[in-house]
């Protein structure tokens, strides 16, 4: 049996546990048969069983963890049974904040973006995703509350950050979670933010 890794606290590991909440995270992607999912931090793959059960065409899990992505590529591989998994999830060992770029560069469908994420990276995701051409249609992150709470501010509470995001997307907090609901707690609140690009943007 292989041993589960424990959360780094240099990679900013909070595992989400509660299964309303990796519900909550799935049903805001609001996934379409014709769409690929990119999964940031898949960690342990509980966001990634859900993601895999459902319609998406596509599943691309980044996991920047060398003993979590191979624990990750073992578990589907055993798994490898299930009709087209093979041909439908790939498991990428890999720095998002380097590699989701070219990633989402090399796709030929429309995509998603999801991830239960460092706290540190938030900022640098979003900033990366607005600057990207190819936007996804829904992005739905688990974050800081207090970060997801600015991010959703009207304008005369708006920052930089949620400034940035509202050029593109139309943010709302999906919903809030407590620090029980994650592997291990963080001492922070923290929720799920799913935010919905503009159609117009340029």
């Not at 595992?15 to 909440?21: E, G, P, S, T, W």
């Not at 578990?75 to 990428?92: N, P």
């Amino acid at each position: 049996m292989t041993e589960i890794p424990k959360a780094k606290k240099s990679l900013g590991q909070h595992f989400l546990i509660n299964k309303k909440a990796l519900l909550c995270v799935a049903e805001s992607l609001a996934i379409m048969p014709e769409e690929t999912v990119i999964e940031i931090g898949a960690g342990h793959g509980e966001l990634t069983d859900m993601l895999v059960a459902s319609p998406a065409k596509k599943i691309i899990a980044i996991e920047k963890d060398h003993a979590l992505a191979e624990l990750l590529k073992e578990k589907y591989r055993s798994v490898g049974t299930t009709e087209g998994l093979a041909d439908r999830l790939t498991v990428t060992e890999g720095d998002a904040l380097k590699d989701l770029v070219p990633i989402i560069e090399s796709l030929t469908t429309p995509y998603v973006l999801a991830g239960n994420i460092p706290y540190y990276i938030t900022g640098y995701l979003l900033r990366i995703v607005g600057d990207i051409e190819k936007k996804p249609l829904r992005t739905v992150f688990t974050i800081q509350k207090e970060v997801a709470l600015r991010i959703c501010a009207t304008v005369s509470d708006m920052n930089r950050l949620s400034a940035c995001v509202q050029i593109w997307g139309t943010p709302k907090i999906a919903m809030k979670l407590k620090p029980t609901d994650f592997n291990p707690p963080p001492t922070i609140d923290s929720a799920i933010i799913a935010i919905e690009t503009k159609k117009d943007v340029p």
